[in-house]
Every structure is written in structure tokens, then in C-alpha cells.
């Protein structure tokens, strides 16, 4: 076959220009991929900026000026939703250059429930007008904006509510950067916009909505703990001056003939449940009463009151103590049983000319005899004044030396527990009293200080009374 150089020639001429275009084409296809991987990583970048942003007016400034300047739209805006109306109003704008045009596009409202709204929360995307072009609200729309075609992309809030709408156009449709190709393009990234800002909207709404939140609840807080103080500062007065009446209602510290007496009041709160009398009359005996109510505080020290009421009404009265307890059982227990008022107790004369002790007690603590550095516990028993009529309590009666010291006391005293899981008990209280007595140090002082270094700090938990009557002679 006979060579033909020229047809040669144009095959090969034609191969490089095959050639030349395919290279071409992979150049332009390697820049698009150039300029998609920049614009993402923009995008990435403004997520970043923006995600942690406080600021709710400046991310919504960095969205539309990002929709312009970076994804070639010439007109941008940004719309947010006004809880006070309910309506979609614009908060941000960029390629507006007149007053004119941004008075307008202030001007545009998207109504919640309406077509537009509707659509966007079907469809997710709007474009004008190669959708719905035949929709005059569409139509009204672009004219507002300015543009002659749009692409629009929602954002939703927590609760799928439409939270708002950025909007993005351009003002020719003959230019090649706004064919119907182009714009899907650049609204594919207009999508990773809406979500850039989508979240970062809805972060900062949600900080600040919790941020009014906790100020309205700090303000209610406050509000509240300043009533509460008012009414603590009133029932503290209240409570001061019913320590006052309460204390005025104990007998003074005196001194007595034949005797040495130590008193410890240590009620809990500012009023207590314990309450004690100390009764002499002359030379003859002298009477000592002590009572503890069911608990403390000022439901106890209520209680205290009706008990010293009942107690004046019987200790002129020439009772022994069995007979004065009985005598205030019977009465509470037919008059006032259905209140519950029921109290430990302990009626003790002390005959200083015989140097004797006769006591009857009810459910309380067993007394205490301290001769010298030994701590004899007194028999005690009876039940609580106030559960039932017509029950007796026993009586007894002990032979006293010079120098010993009979020592009624609460059990506050001794049933207190630290923290260790220890309690103090009576053992650790008659050593107390014991060693008191042998460095010659009174007693009931010498034991509530063991007691709290026993408690380490730790607050007791009950009212403490102790009265101590140390006999010295015979008169």
C-alpha cells in the first residue's frame, strides 16, 4: 500500500490535539478539585470560627458574607426566627451596597406557616425559578431581594421548629457562573453552609436561652433566700426570746446551807427539751426536779413549759416525789393524753439534817453517787410521765456521807456517738466523774468536757443537763 505523509500528518496532528484537550480537561478537572478542596476547607475553617462563637450577632454576619465572597453569589441574606411574632425576619445581609435595597430586604418576613416555609421543610431547598416559577410568593420574594434567581436553605431548631433561612442570588441569569448547573453547584455548598450554621446558631441560642434561664432562676433563688432570711431572722427572735423565757423559768445558781450544787445547761438549739427545778424552803429538805421531753428543739421546749406548769402546781403541795410524779401523770395522762406528751423525770429530796436522799424516778436515768474516787450507779426504773393513769413509780431512799455528790443528769450525757461509731456511755461517764472527783474538779464540767473531746468536733445530737448536790455537813 502506498504511503499517503500527509494523511499521516493529520492523524497525528489530530492525536496531539485529542491529546491537548484531554490534558486540558484533566487540568481543569484537577483545578476544580483545587478550588472544591480550598472551599471546603474554608468552609471547615468558618465551622471552627464559629462553632464555639457566644457571639449570635457575629455568626450571623460571617454567614452571608461567606455565601458572597466565597461561593460566588452576588447577594446574600440571613434570616432568623422573631419569637415574638413568629415570623422568619432578616438579622444578616451582604451584597446589598445601597439603604435602599438593605431597607428592603429588611422589610421581608417569612410567616412560619406559609407556602414558602412549607416547602422548605419539605423539600429542604428552594431554587428560583427553576422551581416553582410560577409561584407568585416566590416571585414577590426574589423582587424583594433584589435577585433574579435564588437558592434558599433552612436551618431547624431542637424541636424541628423552623429556626431560620439563608438565602443566596444573583442579580443576572445570562452571566455562565448563573446557569442551572452553576447554581446547583455552589448549593451543594450553600447546603454545608446552612449546616455550619445551623449548628452554631443553635448552640449559641441554646447557651443564652439557658443563660436566662439560670439568671431568672439565680434571681428567683435570690429572691427566695432573702425571704427565707427574713423569715429566719424573724424566727430566730422568736426563738431568743423563748430561750430568754425559758431560762427565766430555771431557778438562779445559789448557795445553800449544807451543800455545794453545780448546774450544766447545754440545750441543743437555742431553746431545749430539758427543763430542772431546785427547791428549799428554810433548813428543811432541799427538792430537786428534772424533766426531759421527747426530743428537742422548740416542739421540746414547748413541751418543757406545760411540764414546769404541771410541776408548780404539786411541789408545794407536801408530795413525796413518788406521789408528786403520780400526781403530774394522772393529770397530763386524763387530760392531755390524746397530745402525747410524755417526758422522762426524776423528783429527788435531799434531807440535809440526816444527810439522806429519797427519789423516785420515770424511765429516766439512773443517778449517780460519787464518794471519794468511786462512782456508784443509784437504782432507778418507773415508765414516762404521761402514757397511762394511775401508775406508781418507786421510791427510794440512800444514806449520804459528807463529801459524796448525788448526780442527776439527761441522757444527752451519755448516749452521744462519734464518729468512729463509738458512743460515750455510762461507763465513760462514771470514769469521768470518778477522775473529776479524785483531782478535785467539778464534776459536771469535768464530764461534758471528756464528752466533746470523745466527739472530736463532731456536734452532739441532744439537749445535756447535769446537776450535781454535794453534801458537806449536817445543819
Known amino acids: 500500500m502506498k504511503e499517503d505523509p500527509e494523511r499521516d500528518n493529520r492523524e497525528l496532528i489530530a492525536q496531539v490535539k485529542d491529546l491537548s484537550r484531554a490534558e486540558v480537561r484533566l487540568i481543569e478537572r484537577h483545578g476544580a478539585i483545587d478550588r472544591e478542596a480550598r472551599l471546603y476547607r474554608k468552609l471547615y475553617e468558618l465551622g471552627q470560627r464559629i462553632s464555639g462563637s457566644l457571639n449570635l450577632q457575629a455568626i450571623l454576619h460571617e454567614i452571608p458574607a461567606f455565601a458572597t465572597r466565597e461561593l460566588g453569589y452576588q447577594r446574600s441574606a440571613l434570616f432568623l426566627d422573631d419569637r415574638n411574632t413568629g ?7 451582604d451584597g446589598y451596597h445601597s439603604d435602599d435595597l438593605r431597607r428592603r430586604v429588611s422589610d421581608l418576613q417569612v410567616a412560619s406557616n406559609d407556602l414558602v416555609a412549607q416547602r422548605l421543610r419539605e423539600h429542604k431547598r428552594l ?5 416553582g416559577a410560577d409561584d407568585p410568593k416566590l416571585a414577590a420574594m426574589a423582587d424583594l431581594l433584589a435577585v433574579e434567581r435564588f437558592v434558599a436553605r433552612p436551618f431547624f431548631g431542637m424541636k424541628k421548629n423552623l429556626l431560620g433561612l439563608l438565602v443566596a442570588g444573583n442579580l443576572r441569569p445570562d452571566e455562565e457562573t448563573l446557569t442551572t448547573a ?9 447546603a454545608s453552609l446552612a449546616e ?14 439557658l443563660a436566662v434561664e439560670r439568671n431568672m432562676l439565680e434571681s428567683k433563688i435570690a429572691e427566695r433566700t432573702a425571704e427565707l432570711k427574713a423569715t429566719y431572722s424573724l424566727m430566730r427572735e422568736d426563738l431568743v426570746q423563748a430561750r430568754e423565757f425559758q ?4 431557778p438562779a445558781p445559789q448557795q445553800l446551807p449544807g451543800v455545794d450544787m453545780e448546774v450544766i445547761y447545754r440545750p441543743l438549739d437555742l431553746v431545749g427539751g430539758d427543763i430542772y427545778d431546785i427547791m428549799s424552803v428554810g433548813e428543811g429538805p432541799i427538792r430537786i426536779f428534772l424533766a426531759d421531753a421527747t426530743g428537742h428543739g422548740v416542739q421540746a421546749s414547748l413541751t418543757t413549759m406545760f411540764i414546769m406548769g404541771e410541776y408548780d402546781r404539786v411541789k408545794h403541795s407536801g408530795l413525796s416525789p413518788s406521789g408528786a410524779l403520780r400526781a403530774m401523770n394522772d393529770e397530763i395522762a386524763r387530760s392531755y393524753g390524746r397530745l402525747a406528751m410524755h417526758f422522762t423525770a426524776l423528783c429527788l429530796d435531799l434531807d440535809r439534817r440526816e444527810g439522806t436522799i429519797t427519789y423516785a424516778g420515770a424511765a429516766a436515768p439512773h443517778p449517780c453517787l460519787v464518794r471519794e474516787g468511786e462512782v456508784r450507779e443509784l437504782e432507778s426504773g418507773g415508765s414516762f410521765v404521761g402514757l397511762m393513769p394511775d401508775v406508781t413509780f418507786p421510791e427510794w431512799r440512800v444514806a449520804l456521807k459528807p463529801g459524796d455528790t448525788v448526780c442527776l443528769f439527761t441522757d444527752g450525757l451519755f448516749e452521744p456517738w462519734n464518729q468512729d461509731g463509738l458512743q460515750f456511755g455510762e461507763e465513760r461517764l462514771h470514769q469521768a466523774l470518778g477522775a473529776a472527783r479524785e483531782a478535785r474538779r467539778p464534776l459536771g464540767a469535768s464530764a461534758y468536757a471528756e464528752l466533746e473531746r470523745f466527739m472530736g468536733g463532731r456536734p452532739l445530737a441532744d439537749d445535756v443537763t447535769f446537776l450535781g448536790v454535794r453534801w458537806t455537813d449536817r445543819r
Open 87 to 93: 415570623l422568619l425576619t432578616c438579622r444578616a445581609m
Open 196 to 209: 455550619q450554621a445551623n449548628w452554631a446558631i443553635n448552640h449559641c441560642v441554646l447557651y443564652w436561652d
Open 127 to 131: 431554587v428560583f425559578p427553576d422551581a
Open 182 to 190: 452553576a447554581l446547583f453547584s455552589a448549593s451543594t455548598a450553600l
Open 247 to 250: 431560762q427565766s423559768i430555771l
